[in-house]
T-cell receptor, first 115, second 113 residues
Framework: AQSVTQPDIHITVSEGASLELRCNYS??????LFWYVQSPGQGLQLLLK??????LVQGIKGFEAEFKRSQSSFNLRKPSVHWSDAAEYFC?????????????FGQGTELSVKP | DAGVIQSPRHEVTEMGQEVTLRCKPI?????LFWYRQTMMRGLELLIY????????DSGMPEDRFSAKMPNASFSTLKIQPSEPRDSAVYFC???????????FGDGTRLSIL
């Protein structure tokens, strides 16, 4: 069965430091991959998506992610974190076949930013 | 364009009462999804619709839960009777096409006492 694993439940980084959030997926075919961010009391906002093509994708707010098929990974990166980036981040894989737009989400990684 | 609109934002009610959550998807989006978010289980897909037709309701926890989409601009998720373990944040999301990104509402925080 398809699954998404985010190994880090909580990460703390200093403001201005670089960030990498890990995501591993299990899926038989070429996956559709997404990263979402959730601020407290709000819904999920799309950061970026990968469907095909260039394996390095750029998103909003200065985030990027790299799809590595050999490692079944889709890690999220940002070169310099801002205090406003503190939130929860979710990786998701879209099921194919006849499952329409169904997404499987990871458990999320909570990001804290130190001044 | 307005985003996905959910109401109410907060709901507190007593066990046994009927609860109805409402969602207005983004105009033109063919897919509508209902999710539940808890600390223990994370984000769970409950049910989703395509062109107002339920496609997959395998995530609906039990018969106390039901969802409808009478037209392209409105959906409801109903819990009857409600139980304390139903306390969670319920999200509605919509997307325009197959495998296009989903747009989420701000959720309904439900507390069953």
């Amino acid at each position: 069965a398809q699954s998404v694993t985010q190994p880090d439940i909580h990460i703390t980084v200093s403001e201005g430091a670089s960030l990498e959030l890990r995501c591993n997926y299990s899926y038989g075919a070429t996956p559709y991959l997404f990263w979402y961010v959730q601020s407290p009391g709000q819904g999920l906002q799309l950061l970026l998506k990968y469907f095909s093509g260039d394996t390095l994708v750029q998103g909003i707010k200065g985030f990027e992610a790299e799809f590595k098929r050999s490692q079944s990974s889709f890690n999220l990166r940002k070169p310099s974190v801002h205090w406003s980036d503190a939130a929860e981040y979710f990786c998701a894989v879209g099921e194919g076949g006849n499952q329409g737009g169904k997404l499987i989400f990871g458990q999320g990684t909570e990001l804290s930013v130190k001044p | 364009d307005a985003g996905v609109i959910q109401s109410p934002r907060h709901e507190v009610t007593e066990m046994g009462q009927e609860v109805t959550l409402r969602c207005k998807p983004i105009s033109g989006h063919d897919y509508l999804f209902w999710y539940r978010q808890t600390m223990m289980r994370g984000l769970e897909l409950l049910i989703y619709f395509n062109n107002n037709v339920p496609i997959d309701d395998s995530g609906m926890p039990e018969d106390r839960f039901s969802a409808k989409m009478p037209n392209a601009s409105f959906s409801t998720l109903k819990i009857q009777p409600s139980e304390p373990r139903d306390s969670a944040v319920y999200f509605c999301a919509s997307s325009p096409l197959y495998h296009q990104p989903q747009h989420f509402g701000d959720g309904t925080r439900l507390s069953i006492l």
